[in-house]
């Protein structure tokens, strides 16, 4: 869960998906998208 906090701080605009195999998170992926106006 401590690695899931730190993807979601500071994180504005974008998703975070989870990855689960076995009940068990096995991936975290952050992406992060820009606002330019």
């Known amino acids: ?3 899931l906090l730190l993807l979601l701080k500071d ?3 974008g998703s975070v998906t989870l990855v ?3 009940g068990k998170i096995v ?3 952050r ?5 330019l106006c």
Do not use: A, F, H, N
């Open 1 to 3: 869960m401590k690695g």
């Open 11 to 13: 994180l504005r605009y």
């Open 20 to 22: 689960v195999q076995d």
């Open 27 to 29: 991936q975290m992926e």
């Open 31 to 35: 992406i992060e998208k820009v606002r």
